[in-house]
């Protein structure tokens, strides 16, 4: 087994991988061209089968939001930080609660095929405008995220191969965008539905073993796989202690509140988990839905604790630190320890299953609302066909996959975390302010939604880009370069209320109410059509 820097697995695993990953694609491709929509109906393509029961829409639900970041990025995180590490996975699995208790009834309710229909039956008035808002932020936001998927397939890679060529870069990227365009062009809604399930159960099924063995090599004594990760961490009772990462100054606290916030409001808003609230025909799915959806992230971040635990108590801080220092090779060498090469293939498929089911659920959701909004409601003004805008959004995907695939290549050596995080970023201080002023506030009108919508995705941007995350530190993209004056990585404690102060402001400045259409909305929103 090679522990350097050059890569953490062997030449078997590394083939086994190939072999089952290959498997894994031949047979969702196949399945996603059967379960491919067959009638020119853009409904079947933008929300598929609504027959499903609540298990497999919860499995669906838990696949479009656990990403690869979650398997390798947050054990290592909890095998580097220790507590802090921990802490974090709080806020993934209770970011959930607030998809349940704030939006996930009235949206489904009032919802058509995306957020723009349930903006658009809301607002009376700039029903255009507020679309052409709406498809720009969910464009940055799925964009970026789908960047961070690309680029963590490259880092994955790195951790078979070493450091790759520029031609193995390019190559890893567009097979993993090719495939995920024809997942999402040509299966629509029911074969990203497929991939999402087969995805859950396999990474349900491939982080509980691996929990299991954890804590069988630990004769399931809690106290003993702590003791020994402190042990073996350098760090002695620190390492279970606050502090490590996050609380070393005031700076730091703000950081880690301000990317909390960003997760636990951000899930709520990002355009691929909404378009999942709508595909249940009943409420009462969905509820039942988002509840199994719920269960199965908390789980899934309970176990990745435990192998973050695990890996420091078995392989050891040091060891990690120096194959990875962002810890994503922590979960590889743990499998590799525990289980040899078999397991370590295993997860490192899943791993790469994780990646491809998430970029397109993230695809499908930007070539909806591109195809739906823009193209339907913006430029053609309602009067396109079904099929005519079924042509378009099959094109979107296209183009949105080969614009991701691009933007990754450039932007290879980006930290995918942070790209990530600005997605969440814009999601909740951009779509999340419209969407809750739209549900809950009658006075809510077309400018203040414009003004939510614009204003939370530039002040995002641009607090990011005069953050340490771009100048000033070693890590940023331009370490030389210092033009850093907003002191936090993350944006969200400052743009999250400022998109819901921008919303309020051009709705109470503006000369138009639309109480009326709120009365009508509201009562669809509250009783829904069953």
């Given at each position: 087994?090679?522990?350097?820097?050059?890569?953490?697995?062997?030449?078997?695993?590394?083939?086994?991988?190939?072999?089952?990953?290959?498997?894994?694609?031949?047979?969702?491709?196949?399945?996603?061209?059967?379960?491919?929509?067959?009638?020119?109906?853009?409904?079947?393509?933008?929300?598929g089968?609504?027959e499903?029961?609540?298990?497999?829409?919860?499995?669906?639900?838990?696949?479009?939001?656990?990403?690869?970041?979650?398997?390798?990025?947050?054990t290592?995180?909890?095998?580097?930080?220790?507590?802090?590490?921990?802490?974090?996975?709080?806020?993934?699995?209770?970011?959930?609660?607030?998809?349940?208790?704030l939006?996930?009834?009235?949206?489904?309710?009032?919802?058509?095929?995306?957020?723009?229909?349930?903006?658009?039956l809301?607002?009376?008035?700039?029903?255009?405008?507020?679309?052409?808002?709406?498809?720009?932020?969910?464009?940055?936001?799925?964009?970026?995220?789908?960047?961070?998927?690309?680029?963590?397939s490259?880092?994955?890679?790195?951790?078979?191969?070493?450091?790759?060529s520029?031609?193995t870069?390019?190559?890893?990227?567009v097979?993993?965008?090719?495939v995920?365009?024809?997942y999402?062009?040509?299966?629509?809604?029911?074969?990203?539905?497929?991939?999402?399930?087969?995805?859950?159960?396999?990474?349900?099924?491939?982080?509980?073993?691996?929990?299991?063995?954890?804590?069988?090599?630990?004769?399931?004594n809690?106290?003993?796989?702590?003791?020994?990760?402190?042990d073996?961490?350098g760090?002695?009772?620190?390492?279970l202690?606050?502090?490590?990462?996050?609380?070393a100054?005031?700076?730091?606290?703000?950081d880690?509140?301000?990317?909390?916030?960003?997760?636990?409001f951000?899930?709520?808003?990002?355009?691929h988990?909404?378009?999942?609230?709508?595909?249940?025909?009943t409420?009462?799915?969905?509820r039942?839905?988002v509840?199994?959806a719920?269960?199965?992230?908390?789980?899934?971040?309970?176990?990745a604790?435990?192998?973050?635990?695990?890996?420091?108590?078995?392989?050891?801080?040091?060891?990690?630190?120096?194959?990875?220092?962002?810890?994503?090779?922590?979960?590889?060498?743990?499998?590799?320890?525990?289980?040899?090469?078999?397991?370590?293939?295993?997860?490192?498929?899943?791993?790469?299953?994780?990646?491809?089911?998430?970029?397109?659920?993230?695809?499908?959701?930007?070539?909806?609302?591109?195809?739906?909004?823009?193209?339907?409601?913006?430029?053609?003004?309602?009067?396109?066909?079904?099929?005519?805008?079924?042509?378009?959004?099959?094109?979107?995907?296209?183009?949105?996959?080969?614009?991701?695939?691009?933007?990754?290549?450039?932007?290879w050596?980006?930290?995918t975390?942070?790209?990530?995080?600005?997605?969440?970023?814009?999601?909740?201080?951009?779509?999340?302010?419209?969407?809750?002023?739209?549900?809950?506030?009658?006075?809510?009108?077309?400018?203040?939604?414009?003004?939510?919508?614009?204003?939370?995705?530039?002040?995002?941007?641009?607090?990011?880009?005069?953050?340490?995350?771009?100048?000033?530190?070693?890590?940023?993209?331009?370490?030389?370069a210092?033009?850093?004056?907003?002191?936090?990585q993350?944006?969200?404690?400052?743009?999250?209320?400022?998109?819901?102060?921008?919303?309020?402001?051009?709705?109470?400045?503006?000369?138009?109410?639309?109480?009326?259409?709120?009365?009508?909305?509201?009562?669809?929103?509250?009783?829904?059509?069953?």
């Amino acid at each position: 087994m090679v522990t350097t820097a050059a890569g953490v697995v062997d030449r078997f695993s590394l083939q086994l991988t190939f072999l089952l990953f290959l498997s894994v694609v031949v047979v969702t491709l196949f399945t996603a061209l059967l379960l491919a929509p067959q009638r020119d109906e853009i409904s079947e393509f933008y929300l598929g089968n609504r027959e499903m029961t609540p298990l497999r829409n919860g499995l669906a639900m838990c696949g479009d939001y656990i990403s690869a970041a979650t398997l390798l990025g947050s054990t290592g995180l909890v095998a580097l930080t220790g507590y802090d590490g921990l802490l974090y996975l709080c806020g993934t699995a209770v970011a959930w609660m607030t998809v349940l208790l704030l939006i996930a009834e009235p949206l489904h309710n009032a919802g058509r095929f995306t957020l723009g229909d349930t903006l658009a039956l809301r607002l009376s008035q700039g029903q255009r405008s507020v679309r052409l808002a709406l498809s720009l932020c969910t464009l940055a936001v799925t964009t970026l995220y789908l960047v961070a998927q690309l680029v963590g397939s490259v880092a994955l890679l790195t951790q078979f191969t070493g450091e790759p060529s520029a031609t193995t870069r390019t190559l890893c990227v567009v097979v993993i965008g090719t495939v995920v365009i024809v997942y999402a062009a040509i299966g629509g809604m029911p074969g990203a539905t497929f991939i999402q399930i087969v995805k859950a159960v396999m990474l349900i099924s491939g982080i509980a073993v691996t929990a299991v063995m954890v804590l069988h090599h630990f004769h399931w004594n809690l106290d003993a796989l702590l003791g020994s990760a402190a042990d073996n961490s350098g760090l002695g009772t620190r390492y279970l202690e606050p502090g490590l990462r996050y609380g070393a100054s005031t700076a730091s606290k703000l950081d880690f509140f301000s990317l909390q916030l960003a997760i636990v409001f951000g899930l709520a808003a990002l355009p691929h988990v909404m378009m999942r609230l709508l595909a249940p025909r009943t409420t009462r799915v969905l509820r039942s839905s988002v509840v199994w959806a719920m269960g199965l992230v908390g789980f899934v971040c309970l176990a990745a604790g435990i192998l973050g635990l695990g890996a420091t108590a078995v392989v050891g801080r040091a060891t990690i630190e120096q194959t990875d220092r962002k810890g994503d090779s922590a979960v590889l060498l743990l499998a590799h320890e525990l289980g040899g090469g078999v397991l370590t293939a295993l997860l490192s498929c899943l791993a790469f299953v994780t990646l491809l089911a998430v970029a397109s659920g993230l695809t499908l959701a930007a070539a909806s609302s591109l195809a739906h909004d823009l193209w339907g409601e913006v430029i053609r003004k309602g009067r396109a066909e079904q099929t005519e805008e079924l042509v378009v959004a099959r094109l979107a995907a296209v183009v949105i996959g080969v614009l991701g695939m691009l933007l990754a290549l450039v932007s290879w050596g980006a930290n995918t975390a942070t790209l990530a995080f600005l997605a969440f970023a814009i999601a909740a201080s951009a779509i999340l302010p419209t969407l809750v002023y739209t549900l809950f506030w009658r006075r809510f009108n077309a400018t203040g939604a414009l003004l939510s919508l614009c204003g939370g995705l530039l002040c995002s941007v641009l607090l990011v880009v005069f953050s340490p995350v771009v100048s000033s530190t070693p890590a940023s993209f331009y370490p030389d370069a210092d033009f850093a004056w907003f002191p936090l990585q993350n944006p969200g404690i400052v743009s999250i209320p400022a998109g819901f102060l921008l919303g309020w402001l051009g709705t109470v400045t503006a000369r138009h109410e639309e109480p009326d259409a709120y009365d009508e909305f509201q009562v669809k929103a509250l009783v829904g059509a069953e």
